[in-house]
Every structure is written in C-alpha cells, then in structure tokens.
C-alpha cells in the first residue's frame, strides 16, 4: 500500500468514527473537542506536523497544484457543510475578526498560506 492510500485510509477511518459517533451520540463529540482545541498549542504543533509529513508523501504522487485543486475540492465539501449553519457561522466570524489582534493570533498559519500560495502560483506560471 502506498504512502498515499494509507493517509486516505487513517482519513477515512477518522471520518467513519467521527460520523457514527455523532450520529449515536452527538453530545459526546464535545469531550473530543475539548481535549483537542484546549491545548492549542499542542493541537497547533502536531498538526502542522502531520502537515509536513502529509505534503511530503502527496508530493511524491502530486504537484503542489494538484494538492491545491484537492484542497478546494475538500474546501467546495467543508463549505457545504458549514452552510446549513450559517447563521451560526456568522456569528462565530463577526466575533473572531472584531478582536483586532486576529492577525497576530493568526500570523504562523497565514504564513505558511501565503508560502504555499506563493509556490502553486510559482509552479503554474513559471
């Protein structure tokens, strides 16, 4: 099995578990989330971890172009999602990007955005 299969597979077991758990419990969900985004710090590291480990296995089968149309085809399926909870959605926003330090907050991940744009638009136009 290849790099590749295996991260669509941990993904897939991920979402299986995640989906029967809501759909059984959907209270229950919140511990999981609590015990991830209470320590950001730790949740921030070890994603950008597996980020780094992830990018380096799709790009021996992919161009950064390809990841980034994958990116907007799971970008296309998360916005449907958030969409039935607009309202809320909105909210939530109105809330984060009043607080004018957002961007400070937010500096390392928008880093690394602008980097990864930078080098897609490297590999289209040059």
């Known amino acids: ?3 590749v299969k295996i991260i669509a597979l941990v993904f897939i077991v991920f979402a299986l578990v995640k989906l029967l758990v ?3 419990d959907p209270a229950s969900w919140k511990s999981v989330i609590k015990t991830i985004y209470t320590k950001s710090i ?3 590291v070890l994603s950008l971890i597996a980020a780094l480990v992830i990018l380096k296995f799709l790009l021996q089968e992919m ?3 390809q990841v980034f149309a994958s990116m ?3 970008m296309a399926l998360m916005m449907a999602q958030f969409a039935v909870l607009g309202k809320e959605i909105v909210e939530l926003s109105e809330r984060f ?5 957002i961007m400070k907050k937010l500096w390392l991940p928008i ?3 602008i980097a990864l744009i930078a080098w897609a ?3 289209i136009f040059v």
């Open 97 to 101: 990007f009043s607080d004018r330090s």
């Open 121 to 123: 638009l490297y590999e």
């Open 1 to 3: 099995m290849t790099p």
């Open 42 to 44: 730790y949740t921030t």
């Open 72 to 74: 907007t085809f799971m």
């Open 22 to 24: 809501i759909c059984i």
């Open 111 to 113: 880093s690394i955005w």
């Open 63 to 65: 161009t950064i172009v």
